[in-house]
Structure formats: C-alpha cells, structure tokens
C-alpha cells in the first residue's frame, strides 16, 4: 500500500484541500483521482475499509485500497456479473453468491421477479455491515425477505449444505486469485468439481468474476479461469466489458453442462419479462456483443492451457478482498 | 501540463532511478506509469514529443505530455481506425489520411494490398520526422511508393486540390476537438459538408477517431461526433475498442452515402483476400461485436442532438496534437 | 367430384389394373396418381372418406375425393402445423387441437415430453373411428392417457367450457374455408377474439393450417388468414412449406400478444430438451428458414387488407373435411 | 409422350372445347391443366415444341411434352438460377449460359447492369428461333447487344474457345440428367474438372439446374449433383424453391473456389446497386433462407455419395430439353 493510500486511511474527517488518491493497478501503473472526502472507513478482521468521495467516480468503496466498486459505473459489473447467467437459465429460482458482501449483486439478483431465494455467503462481517449501512443503492436488497445472508467462507458453507440443497446459479463474486489470500482456492479444478458443480440443479450454471481481461492482462488469470472451467464443464462463455475505476476491461466466465442460446432476441424478451426495472448497461444485443470477443483475447483463451490446482495457481496484483 | 511532465521533457538523457510519469487524463484523473527511460524527445513548432520507454506499456510516444499511442497497445487503435471502412467498402483504390503524422495509419492501410494510393496529410513536420526515424515499426510505411507524404493542413489540402481528386477513404486521425487547439474546424458540420464529402467517390467512405467512448466519457465529443455525422451523410455506424494505454474505451465513426454491410463472414473473407499478413485485434465477429455499443452509450448516441458547428463546439481536455 | 373419384369410391374391393386416381386440385388444375389398390372406404354423417394404397405417396387418407394426407409426406404438413407453436412456447403444458380427427397432429403434439393433456375435438366420429382404426402410424397416440379425445363442434365446445379452462397452444387443424362449409366460422375474427382468444393462458400461441400459399395460390386464403389474425393478436408469424401430395406449398400461422423468439440455436436446444424422438423435417434452422417467405408472399402478406368476417369470407376449392 | 400430348401437337389451330393437357411428372404422378387455346407448335431436328395458353400457368413452354416454362411463374426458375451466383460475385463482367435458349435465362442475367458480355450456347436453333418468335418477355434480351448468341453444343463450345476466355460466371440451363440423352455428359465429374473449371476466371462461380428437389425426388439426381460438385470445388452451396408448374420443389446449385458469403444485407445491397429493375421472388432474406434446407434433405445431401460420372449417371423421368 502506497502513501497515498496510508494518507486516506490515517487522516479523520474530511479533507478541504484537494486530495488525490492514489491506487496501484499494476506494479508499474498507478490511477489517480481526487477526492472531495472520505466518507467513512473502518477495519475488519481480514480487512481495511474506505467509502470516498471521488470526483470522477462518485462515491467509492475501497478494500485494502483496492477500488472494489464506484457509484457512477458498479452497475457495468454488476449486471455483467449477474444477469447474462440468470438470463441464459430457462426458469431459475434460487442463487447462491459465494462472497458479495457489498449487495450489489443480490441487489441485481433480485430484480428478477421469479426468483425465490437468494443465498449470499460472505465471510467478512464488517464490510457487510459496512456495506449494508453505507451503500445506500443496496439498502432494499439488504432488506429484501428472499435473500439469506450467511456470515461463512463460501467453500465451509456449501460443503456443510450436503448435496440435497441445490441452486439454478452460482455466483462468484470473489477477490482475484491473490498470492497469500486464500481465496485462489475458490478457483481451482477440483474446488469446481467436487464442491461446487454438486450443488447445481440440472441446467444449473456457474458464473465468476474472472479478473482484467484487457488486451495486455487477460493472460494474468482470465484465460486459465476459462480454461479451467472448460474441464470441468460442457459448456463455457467468456464475456468482458470495460470498467472504467477498474482502468481495464473486465472479464467473467459462465459455465453449465446445458448448452447456451445467447441471442439478442432471446435475451430482451426475457429482459422484459423477468426483470423488475430496467438494466443500464446490458440489453440483448450488448450481451451478445461482450461475450464476442476481439481476435487477440479470444485466441489466447483458445491456446491457453494452465488449469488452476492447488499446486499450480495464478496470482495477480489483484483487486483484493477477503474469501 | 504538470510537475511530472515537466520532469519528463527537461532531464536530458535516461534516468537509472525508477521513475513515474503522471498523464492527466482528466481534470481529476491521474494514470501514472514507470518508465524504462526517455528515449527521445523534441519540440516542434507546434508541440512537445518524447518517446518513453515505459515498464507497462512498452515505447510510448507523448506528444505535448498526453499518450499517443504505445507499442503495445496502439494496434487497437490504428486497426480499428483504417480497416473497418477499408473493409466495408467494396473496392478502394484511395486512401486520404488527415492528420496521422505518426506514420501507423499508414502503415496499416497499406497492408490493404490492391490500394493504389495512400496520401498523408500532416501539419507538423518535426512531429512526421521524430516518428520517421524513431518509431521503427512503421519504417517501411514511410518507405512505402505508394504512400504521398504531404506537410499541410488538412483542411487547405482538401481545398488545394479540388473536386477532380476523389478519394475512396477519407481517414480523420486528428487530435480530439480541444478548446483553443484548430483542431476541433475539422470536426464541423460545415467542414464534413463543404470540404470533405465532396472529395469522396461514389460509396467512398470517411472514418474518424472520436474520442473517449467508456460509459462515464462518451457524451465529451462522441456523441457528438455521431450526430454531426448523421446530418451529413445517410449511414453513420459508431464502433469503440478499450485502448489501456489511453486508460478508456475508444470511438470511431464511419460514414457513408451508401449503406455498410457489416457481416462477419464478410468482413473475414475480404480480410483473407485483400490484407497482407495478419490483424492482431479485429477479425469480422469483432468487427461486428464493436459496432454493438452497450445500451448506455447507445441511448446517448441515439438521444445526442448537438451538433458541432464553428459556434457551438464541443472541447475536451484531449489527446491532442496539432491539426 | 370427377368420374375417377366415382370410380374409386364405388368400386368395392381392391382394383387389379392399373388405377389412376385423379383429384381436382383446382377448376383448372387435376393431379392423377395411379393406385396400387383402394384399401378401405366409408361414409359418414358429413363426408366420404378413403384410405388408397397409391405408388407415388404411399397410403393416402382422402376425404370427400381430396388429398388429406399421405404416409410419404404427411409428416411435412404435421410437423409444421405442431412444433413450431409448442417450440416457441417457454412451457406448454396443454394442447387444445380443433379438427385433427386423422390423428397425427396430437402424435406429434405427444412427443412433446412435458405436455399434460392434449384435447382434440373433431366433429366427425366416423372419420375419427376411421382412423383409428386404419392409419397404424397414429395407434399410439389415440391410446394415450394425456390424449382427450372429444367429438363435438371446436367452437360449441371451447363455448361450453368456459373460461376458466385455458390451454397453452390452440391448434386449428380445419379444413380450408369453402363455400357452402361451416368451417369458415372458425376462421373469422370475431370467433378468434370473442371464443378463441379468452380460451388462451398468458403467453399461449394460436396455429393454424392456413391453406395453400405457393406463389400462384397464396392469396385465395393464406394472405387474408394471416391479416385477420394481425387484427386479434400483437405478434404474427407466417410460415410456409412444400407439401408434395397438396401438389403446392401450404402456409401456417401463428399468433400470440408475446413476441416470438425464432432462433435456430434456441430451438434445436428446445428440440434436444423437449422431444421424445427425432423430427424428420424440422430442425431449428429449417423452421426459421420456413417463416422467411419469398418477397413475392411476403408482400402479398404485408398488403392484404381482407378481414374474415361472417359476412366477407374468402372461400377456395379446398383441401375439404367438416368442422 | 401420352395420347393427351399428340392432342396437342397434332391439332392445328386453337381448339374451342375445354381442353385439358396431360403431362406425365412421374411414372406414376400426372399432372392435367386445362388449355384456353394452343398457340404455336413445331418441331426441331432435336424436340417437339409448343407454346399453351393455360387457364392456371397462362402461356407455357412445352418441349417434348413436358413443361418447360409458364408465364405465371418462370420468374421463380430463372432468378433462382442466375441472380445468387451473380449477387456472390464480387464484380461479375461476364456470363456463360450453357442451353438456355429460350432466353429467360439471359435476360435475368442482363438486368445486372456493370455485366459486359452473356454468351449463351444453345444446341437447338430451332427451339431459339421459336422462343424470339413468341416469348414476348424475352425479346428486348435477345436484342440487347451484350448478349452473344452461339449455336452449338456447349461442352464443344466451351472446348473449342480455349483457356484463354475465361468466365465469371458460369450457368447450367440445360435439361435434367435422362436415360438416352447426351445431356448427362454436361453433369459428369470429369465435364466439371477438365472442361468447366478451366474456364472460369479466379473468383468465378459455376451454377446449374439441378432437377427436382422436394422430399420425395431430391435423392433422383438432385443430392447427386451436390455431391459431384463437391468432389470438384472447395465451396458449394445447393437451394430450392417450389415451382408450381413443375409440380416440385427445384433445386440449385453453385460451386466456387472461393466462400460464398451469403448474407441476406449484402445481397439486398448488390440487388440495390447492380440490378435494372425489380426482381419478384428473390430478395436477400429469400435467398438465405433458400439455401436453408429442411432436415431431411440437408441430411440426404449431406450422406449421399454417388458421384456422377460417365460410366455410372443417374437418370431421371426428367424435365427435358435437347442438350
């Protein structure tokens, strides 16, 4: 963690100069932005805990100094994360989130009006209860009577669960596989296999966040996570979009043993059926579209041939938070 | 132009220690990237230069302390700006590039093997010298017979020439429409109607870069692009690409008189046919997938009614360079 | 009726000699097949029926001297009457067939896994006893338990019942509208608003056949059936395939107030999903193919102004069987 | 010929009674259309000919007994046959037609305007001389003086000009492939390899007839032409359309060297900027989906493996015409 980042978590109250704050992407590349305030912070078990008050970004909560997600363009991942998997199933009823403990996933989860359940399994309860007091756009979803929030590490839980609890969509919404966080476990091949792919019904789908997937750092973990869901399922999309306070573009996989109808048509009607509101950034032609890839990116996820094992993980400079 | 920028251009000679270059790419943002070293830098009568040798982005070439394009990224830029219209049109013979004094707009129209003729029109002399000897990738571009390299202004040389000598693609690879800089004349209502069009052929096709394109950045000068562009010609399509080294998602638009056909199958036939050697980032489901625009900047582009006349610009706080 | 239809109606027991049937496709136009032998012949209170062994289309069910439906082809006119509907549906459950007596429109309705109940309603006993009796391809069928099987007037029965019962996919499978037959009633618009319509569940699909619509035929009934259908429900679909014993190509419609989805991928995974055996016709791309007319039917389509009201039916020398 | 045909060509002058005219499809299948009148008959070294005037085709082309083409509906035979292979080609100059002599062939192809030269080769001058005589449609064709009118059979033709003239387009108008007839030398593998292919320029398109093709006759010679191009081009695409005086399906296919790209938005493009006039039944929609077989004669192309040679053709009950 950098000074600027130590400047942000030490100073009380809110600052009247103009601060900049600055964040590590990479080793080598660094974002600034100024803030007009901190607004809160606070610290957890497993992690430090800031809400800011940028000026390009909009309120935005930080986790180890890690950007985890902005008020002016969260709903880019969190639509992303959510709805092309809800959207692809034929009638999905119950979601599992393994991690999400902000709420903006459950929070679009639960747009869906025929969903009955929505189980989400975070292992820090401060940021969750930083979260649930501060991030006002979540505040109904927290509130929401069919969601079921579990304070657990999300493997703990679903192995305790037994195999009779099943789900139509898993999701995961975790840190990246980081060096010494223990959340690399929740990507590997056999965690898939013999933990999670169990606990999905018939047409069920798993979907993850999957890291950058920019033309210079998809090879950093987005390609082995596709390539290590490609093991384990029939059937697995890549999709990606540019998130601008995450400075790349970002990648998710999804995955089922059903195969997948991702047609613009298809999707906005179900859009339209199912959703309580409206999406922002997703319609049926645009989903279609992310999971289209460029030449560059495509051909690498095609070539690649790392499998993540407990032996043999990939580590990023991530964007952190705990499993 | 800041404190790091300055630092930049007046240390003669490499730096062994490791140093940061701060880009303001907005107001209130900030990249900062590591460098190698500065390799090169100039000033001409018109602007700043340097190429940096950057740890993230490889070379980079600056021109008036903002990024211009770097080794490992700016084939996404300069692909995406040429072979979209080349491809779409059904046999160009004519390419006129405004602007491009780097010398990789032309690189990769070139590559287009049944052009007969790529003119290059630049204002800034010294900016075409510095990149002639030190960008080596494009070396053969600027060796090229079929390339006709003229120091002028675009808009003078279009009006020098007269209505005898068409074009079948004109390219705008200028700075983006800034306050004070000349520039933004060539993003005119008046300009595209008067001076351009009519230098087209029949089914001639102009192409222009149009700035920041990400969800929070698409309304600066995009969407204005677009629409200026609808009231000229019959067919506008507006594409995007992330560039990481201009910490965005790009635009480009294209328009025509005749209507695009923008298939895949096509666009990757006419690939194998007329190009020599291989794209890195565009194939035709690409091609296709760009000029799907999320639902966001869609809508804006849809709903955008200002249009740029010499009263009523819009600027940004640009990528420049002299026009 | 001509002399051929005589002798084959009159002549009792099969022929030695070389027979030829010859049936009036219109005033103008006859289609002679030869005969290996008449396997069976009766009457009823409403019409002649025949089963004839011919060389060309193999057993042949004709009713009152006309082409009803040939063991070589009838699986072309039964696949395409039923599946599409039931495909596009996102879960059918309940079938209710007007007509259908033959059989084979609920054999293929049947195959549809997930179906609990299909009611077919034909007003013709004899003709329905008829076939049981003789097409062995439909044995099956009339035998199984979810298959209803009513002997009633379609309109009087679905008025009977209500409108508490509502069904997922309504299918007319009724003669033609001919002059003098009563069976144009249930294809006018005040039976499909008033009676039909209310008898449909949220998202439920009306077909039906729609007469000949080959490019010299398709505006006797095909256009006009499909305009009035246009004037009851918010979203249309014609579609159309060559039927060789019917001696042209024969239409379809379908109807419902939510849009169709008709993509070929989404309904080759539909088929896989929902379909006990193979279709020999249909695949998904096929049925999209089907529904994309020729730009002389189609026209013919778009122009139509002709409602089916009691009192301004079209009638046609048509593919005849009671209501 | 059946004692119906000798009728016809035996009576001199227009008959007053109801006439029917009986034409044998099939050995087991006739079809019967009743005549206003006969208009014009004669007879050529090669075939009986006969112009009818026909309650439901209007005026019909009769060679040997058999319907060549009506009024009402020869537009549907003759765009499929010359307009996909046209619209495929990036800039067709020239044209071969092999047969062809009744001129519809031409003219469709000469309503492309950048064509420069049609040749059309056609054994039977007689039969040519008839149809300039009396098909009114065809006369501005057989006057436009792009057209080369060569009397001769066309493999000999096609020998004698060399290799240097080469084609763009080569189209197959010639009767089916029947037992006795020469015509099924021009269906062989080896006609295809040494004396067809030769002469097409680079990018050119061979197209020919290619006999019935509905679901009950595709397998006579339609599945095998397929097959036997197969052998002899890299890219072949087969399409069908019904015809109703032909009492069938027809089916076309066209072969190249190069991919087609069929796509519904280039060819509404091309029909736009290259075609004189209107087309009727063909528009880009149409001719996808044209090429988009049902499954059951997809499959029986797809598994056929008979290859037309000289020693081993198949024949069929054909539409004929002297070769």
Same mark, same amino acid.
Not at 23 to 44: A, P, R
Not at 86 to 109: D, N, Q, W, Y
Not at 206 to 216: C, I, S, Y
Not at 223 to 246: E, G, M, Q, R
């Given at each position: ?77 969190? %639509?992303?994360?959510?709805? #092309?998997? /809800?959207? *692809? $199933?034929?009638?999905?009823? @119950?979601?599992?989130?393994?991690? +999400? ?91 898939? %296999?013999?933990?999670?792919? #169990?606990? /999905?019904? *018939? $047409?069920?789908?798993?979907? @993850?966040?999957?890291?950058?997937? +920019? ?101 990023? $400079? ?6």
């Amino acid at each position: 963690m950098g000074e600027a980042v130590k400047d942000v978590f030490f100073i009380n109250g809110n600052s009247t100069q103009a601060n900049w704050f600055e964040e590590e992407v990479d080793d080598d590349l660094k974002i600034c932005y100024s803030l007009n305030s901190v607004l809160h912070q606070g610290t957890s078990k497993y992690q430090d805990i800031a809400l800011l008050d940028t000026k390009h970004f909009g309120k935005a909560l930080l986790i180890d100094g890690k950007m985890q997600s902005s008020e002016m363009d969260e709903f880019i991942y969190h %639509e992303c994360l959510i709805h #092309p998997a /809800l959207l *692809c $199933h034929p009638k999905p009823k @119950t979601v599992f989130i393994m991690g +999400g403990g902000e709420g903006s996933a459950a929070r679009e989860a639960l747009k869906h009006k025929a969903l009955q359940r929505v189980v989400m399994c975070d292992i820090d309860e401060e940021v969750v209860d930083f979260c649930r007091r501060h991030l006002t756009a979540n505040r109904e979803a927290f509130a929401n009577e069919k969601l079921c929030l579990i304070i657990n590490d999300a493997k703990e839980e679903l192995l305790k669960r037994g195999n009779e609890e099943k789900y139509d969509i898993i999701v995961g919404d975790l840190a990246d596989p980081m060096e010494g966080g223990p959340c690399y476990q929740l990507y590997t091949k056999s965690f898939y %296999e013999a933990v999670l792919k #169990p606990k /999905l019904h *018939c $047409h069920g789908i798993f979907v @993850t966040q999957a890291g950058p997937a +920019g033309v210079l750092t998809h090879k950093e973990v987005f390609s082995s996570i596709y390539n290590t869901l490609k093991h384990v399922f029939k059937y697995v999309i890549a999709y990606t979009a540019h998130v601008p306070s995450f400075v790349d573009t970002w990648g998710w996989v999804m995955a089922s043993d059903e195969p997948f109808v991702l047609n613009a048509q298809l999707m906005n009607k179900r859009i339209g059926e199912r959703i309580n509101g409206e999406l922002l950034y997703l319609n049926g032609e645009s989903l279609v579209s992310s999971a289209t890839l460029n030449k560059c990116v495509r051909r690498s996820l095609l070539e690649e041939t790392h499998v993540y094992t407990e032996e043999n993980a990939r580590f990023i $400079h991530g964007h952190g938070r705990a499993c």
